[in-house]
């Protein structure tokens, strides 16, 4: 940018700060980050006019201070040099960059306690929880970087956006097409994120469709259900007529009936993913042999369909439960996820499931928990079709109810 054109910039963005227009700090902020002033030909009482102008514009918020620490130490680097020197405005400017640093200071404390020297440390173990699968390459390791992955690049902030963060945009008018104020994401709030690239995320390395209609199943494996809150049923197709797949028994239940259910799979295609060690039906190409098994071993439970992943956790129950959900963005796909609260060992499985914990010593003294995957389709959806690598599960470890209590702070003071 040529000096002419910089100035033009600089007295339209002054223009803008005297205004007290929303756009001022964003727009300022990238004029000061994305040119060299100097080598443009600005003088420093211009540069000085424009950071404090920006430094001003700031939101009063301690996640900002490190930014206004830096354009205060490149304003007092300019005031030197400039016409507007004086040992007032020099003396102000130290005085505002020690507030600075005192004030993040105190916003580093309270975000990161430090122990009192010779204080002992707290009494805290970290918890294991300890997974057994068939797939663990893809469940541990591959499958939480396509979730991490995947979030970012969803809810990713332009630059445009990034920069609007630091401003406060106070007095505001109504403006919603300018996108230099825009920032307003639901990249930008720290707890949405996490609770999506911080979490333990279940997904499945093909596509999954889920449909009242049998049009355009997925290539892989198709099954048939008659579900509804408190029944459900496997059935198969034959000779244009649907069947039961317990006896062949047919039955005289319309293709359109509102109660059947389609679930079909494709292919495996995440490139990375590995087929369970174990001998697979000689007929069955490789990239299906694992939809095809999870499908096969997959049902119903009432209106939902339940993922049998076998993926089993165990956990300590004196201190830790395990809060298992649909992932947060399922509603987009059109279904709906099942949650639940593991809290300890449930007492409807197989005794031998239960001897394990005693047999092996790395299990001692754990429950375990299944994680299924429980889907149902949404509301008024008739098809639901998700990509593969797409979070349909969130497993979130808490601490046990017994672990923790809730005090009044008035009470303890």
Not at 48 to 55: E, S
Not at 214 to 239: N, Q, T, W
Not at 308 to 334: C, N, R
Request: aromatic share 10%.
């Amino acid at each position: 940018m040529e000096l002419k054109e910089g100035r033009a910039q600089l007295n339209y963005l002054l223009t803008l700060n005297i205004r007290k227009e929303e756009a001022f700090g964003p727009l300022a902020l990238a004029f000061i980050k994305e040119h060299d002033l100097d080598e443009m030909g600005l003088s420093p009482e211009e540069q000085f006019t424009i950071l404090m102008a920006t430094i001003q514009a700031l939101a009063p918020e301690p996640k900002r201070y490190n930014l206004k620490l830096e354009l205060l130490g490149k304003a007092k680097q300019l005031l030197s040099r400039s016409e507007f020197f004086n040992r007032e405005l020099d003396q102000q400017l130290d005085q505002d960059i020690q507030k600075t640093r005192a004030e993040i200071d105190i916003y580093n404390k309270a975000m990161r306690p430090e122990r009192e020297e010779g204080s002992p440390p707290p009494k805290l173990s970290q918890q294991k929880l300890i997974v057994q699968t068939d797939a663990p390459e893809y469940f541990l390791n591959i499958a939480q970087k396509r979730a991490t992955a995947y979030y970012q690049e969803k809810f990713g902030l332009t630059k445009k956006a990034k920069t609007a963060q630091h401003f406060s945009g106070s007095p505001r008018k109504f403006d919603p097409d300018n996108t230099d104020v825009q920032k307003e994401f639901s990249g930008a709030c720290a707890p949405f994120m996490n609770a999506r690239t911080n979490a333990f995320h279940l997904m499945l390395p093909f596509d999954l469709k889920i449909s009242r209609k049998p049009d355009d199943s997925l290539d892989a494996i198709v099954r048939i259900f008659y579900c509804k809150p408190g029944y459900s049923f496997p059935l198969a197709y034959e000779m244009g007529k649907l069947v039961s797949q317990q006896d062949g028994q047919v039955l005289d239940i319309p293709m359109d009936d509102p109660n059947l259910l389609f679930v079909s799979a494709s292919k495996v295609k995440e490139r990375d993913f590995k087929n369970p060690q174990g001998e697979a039906p000689p007929d069955v190409p490789p990239e299906l042999v694992y939809p095809v098994s999870v499908i096969e071993r997959s049902g119903t439970l009432g209106p939902f369909f339940q993922i049998v992943t076998h993926f089993k956790i165990w956990f300590d129950s004196s201190v830790v439960s395990l809060l298992i959900q649909g992932a947060p963005d399922l509603y987009e796909y059109g279904l709906q996820g099942g949650s639940g609260l593991m809290t300890r060992s449930h007492a409807s499985d197989k005794v031998e499931n239960y001897a394990e914990g005693l047999r092996n010593p790395i299990l001692e003294n754990l429950s375990f928990n299944y994680v299924n995957i429980h889907l149902q389709l949404s509301p008024g959806t008739e098809t639901a079709f998700v990509p593969f690598n797409t979070p349909l599960f969130t497993v979130h470890p808490v601490l046990n109810r017994q672990s923790c209590k809730l005090e009044d702070i008035q009470k303890l003071q």
